[in-house]
C-alpha cells in the first residue's frame, strides 16, 4: 500500500496494483480499476516515485524469501499487518492457503 494526502489533509492508504491511472488537471487524481477517483494533494510524480518504490520492495522481499534468507526482509511498516506473523500458530497438519481471488467488475454508474 501507499499513503497518500486528500487535498483535504486527511491521509488514507491505496492498493498501487488496483490503480488504472494517475492524471494531473492540474489536481493529482487517482482512478482505480472500478473507477473510483481519488484527488490527491500528491504530485503525479511523486505518486508515480512511490509506486515504483511499493513495486520494487515487493520484488527484492520475494527475492530475499525465494533464496532463503527471510531473515534480513525488511519488516513491515508500523501499522500494517504481517500475514506471516501467525503462521506459527497453525498446527502441523494444516497448511494455510489464500482465499481465490475475486474478479473485479467495473461499477454500474447511473
Known amino acids: ?7 483535504a489533509g486527511s491521509r488514507f492508504a491505496v492498493n498501487p496494483d488496483l490503480l488504472e491511472r494517475v492524471e494531473s488537471t492540474p489536481d493529482t ?7 473510483t477517483k481519488y484527488v490527491v494533494a ?5 505518486v ?4 515504483a518504490d ?15 534468507t527471510a531473515d534480513d526482509a525488511r519488516a ?3 501499522g500494517l499487518t504481517d500475514v ?3 503462521a506459527a500458530d497453525w498446527p502441523a497438519d494444516v497448511t494455510p492457503q489464500l482465499a481465490p481471488a475475486v474478479p ?4 454500474r454508474r447511473s
Do not use: N
Open 1 to 7: 500500500m501507499i499513503i497518500l494526502t486528500r487535498l
Open 29 to 35: 487524481v487517482l482512478t482505480l480499476l472500478d473507477g
Open 42 to 46: 500528491e504530485p503525479l510524480e511523486d
Open 48 to 51: 508515480v516515485a512511490r509506486v
Open 54 to 68: 511499493f513495486r520494487a520492495t515487493v520484488i527484492a522481499t520475494a527475492r530475499r524469501l525465494a533464496e532463503g
Open 76 to 78: 513491515p511498516e508500523p
Open 84 to 86: 506471516s506473523a501467525g
Open 104 to 107: 473485479l467488475r467495473r461499477r
